[in-house]
């Protein structure tokens, strides 16, 4: 059979570049990075939008497959977390945070509320296993450890892009433990609120001159 030569198939990152203008906002370009033996890696960013949520991220395919998740992430099993699907970002994306400025597509304060590794709890392929529409995996961070699944809801009434993130029974299960009480940036120490004060200063004391903008104190 002849097989056309344009794929159906968009670009990677092309949602990801069209909704932004790189001249306006901080947030890193479109790049694609495929390597091997590399750990896998995950973030979750914590960004106020228009509406607070927390952006989860899995490294697969060269790039962060990513979910907005309102409510954060929930120790308890449960508890099962709406996961909106939204557009692969760049694997440079996960060390950013800052400020997006108003009238670029989310703007608002983001954080690394999260960071680590994870490895599959099934399947060998995480693109393969997202694209059928459920992953299971097991994270290694600093707040999140254990393991998790992402399952895309099925159903009428579902939207293509609702997941739901759902802790699995381990001994990472805590039911008291709740998103909202663990604030702090994992790479700067910073809240959302710091960050909105005061974009460049770092709250964590380091030896490096402050540049530009002074200190926050
Ligand atoms: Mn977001």
Do not use: C
């Given at each position: ?18 909704k932004r203008?790189?001249?306006?906002t901080?947030e ?19 960004h106020?939008a228009t509406?607070?949520?927390?952006d ?44 997006i400025?108003?009238?670029n597509y989310g703007a608002g304060?983001v ?107």
């Amino acid at each position: 059979m002849a097989t056309s030569k344009t794929s159906k198939k968009p670009a990677p990152l092309s949602q990801y570049e069209a909704k932004r203008d790189f001249a306006r906002t901080p947030e890193p370009r479109a790049n694609v990075r495929k390597g091997t033996g590399r750990a896998v890696r995950f973030v979750v960013q914590k960004h106020r939008a228009t509406r607070l949520h927390y952006d989860f991220r899995l490294e697969a395919d060269g790039v962060l497959k990513s979910w907005a998740v309102p409510k954060g992430p929930s120790l308890d099993p449960a508890d099962k977390r709406l996961a909106m699907q939204v557009e692969d970002h760049p694997l440079d994306y996960r060390d950013f945070e800052g400020i997006i400025p108003e009238d670029n597509y989310g703007a608002g304060e983001v954080i690394v509320w999260d960071k680590g590794t994870y490895r599959l709890a099934e399947g060998v392929d995480a693109a393969v296993e997202i694209a059928a529409g459920k992953i299971k995996f097991i994270l290694t961070g600093k707040k999140l450890t254990g393991m998790f699944t992402l399952v895309k809801m099925r159903g009428r009434n579902q939207t293509e892009n609702a997941w739901l993130l759902i802790k699995d029974k381990d001994s990472g299960v805590d039911l008291s433990w709740r998103a909202e009480d663990h604030a702090e940036s994992v790479k700067s120490g910073r809240t959302l609120e710091d960050v909105a004060k005061n974009p460049r200063a770092r709250k964590w004391s380091s030896n490096r001159p402050a540049s530009g903008e002074s200190k926050e104190r």
